[in-house]
């Protein structure tokens, strides 16, 4: 089993560019996350699905957009990516049992 | 709210020292607790985990026990190994949340 597969696992881009990073989970759980990860901060939620046809926002959730594309696939999309938006994303799924979240190997992002 | 929280790292030790990182938390109801390993540019990977109070969860010579009356869940190894060096997150799941809660993590640094 792949697990949780994210693409791409480095990306540059541009102030005002966009793009989406791709997340896909072959577990067959029911809910997906988006985390990004900077230094001193710990993880910190962006969005989350807590089942198919449903998002919702986390804790920090501005300047991004999400879509549960099916039950495997959950994509974050950047619009106009800022350099307060550099970070390292990761993608995580899980269900009921067991409870614990599966990762996926993240995508450093740098905006410039 | 649900919440963690960790010792701050970075801790350092030599090879075959005792390790111990704290661990508590605030949750509503009885939640699992987890921690989990980050090592250097990979994702989270599950370490041990435990369901419900006194319960010990181990893995790879790592330990930690759910003690309900002083809300912990601290992580111990006997005998750290320079392989051992990497990011610890403490983390809870409560039931009635689709979310998962994690601490801000703690750094470990083994010298030979």
């Known amino acids: 089993n792949a697990g949780v597969t994210q693409t791409p696992k480095f990306q540059v881009l541009k102030t005002g560019q966009s793009m989406t990073l791709q997340c896909a989970q072959d577990?067959?759980?029911?809910?997906m996350y988006w985390y990004r990860q900077d230094p001193g901060m710990g993880l910190r939620l962006i969005y989350y699905?807590?089942?198919?046809?449903?998002?919702d926002k986390g804790e920090v959730p501005n300047g991004y957009n999400v879509s549960r594309l099916n039950k495997r696939e959950f994509s974050l999309r950047l619009e106009s990516a800022a350099p307060s938006q550099t970070s390292v994303y990761f993608c995580?799924?899980?269900?009921?049992?067991?409870?614990?979240?599966?990762f996926g190997q993240g995508t450093r992002l740098t905006v410039v | 709210g649900n919440s963690v929280t960790q010792m701050e790292g970075p801790v350092t030790l030599s090879e075959e020292a005792f390790l111990t990182i704290n661990c508590t938390y605030t949750?509503?109801?009885?939640?699992?607790l987890f921690w989990y390993v980050q090592y250097p540019g990979e994702g989270l990977q599950l370490l041990l985990k435990?369901?419900?109070?006194?319960d010990k969860g181990s893995n790879k010579g790592f330990e930690a026990t759910y003690r309900k009356e002083t809300t912990s869940f601290h992580l111990e190894k006997g005998s750290v190994q320079v392989s051992d060096s990497a990011v610890y997150f403490c983390?809870?799941?409560?039931?009635?949340?689709?979310?998962?809660?994690f601490g801000r993590g703690t750094s470990l640094i083994v010298h030979p």
């Open positions: 995580a799924s899980r269900d009921r049992t067991p409870t614990e979240a599966f």
């Open positions: 577990m067959n759980h029911n809910s």
């Open positions: 699905s807590a089942s198919e046809g449903t998002t």
């Open positions: 949750a509503t109801g009885y939640p699992s």
């Open positions: 435990a369901t419900k109070a006194d």
């Open positions: 983390a809870l799941k409560a039931g009635g949340s689709y979310i998962p809660t």
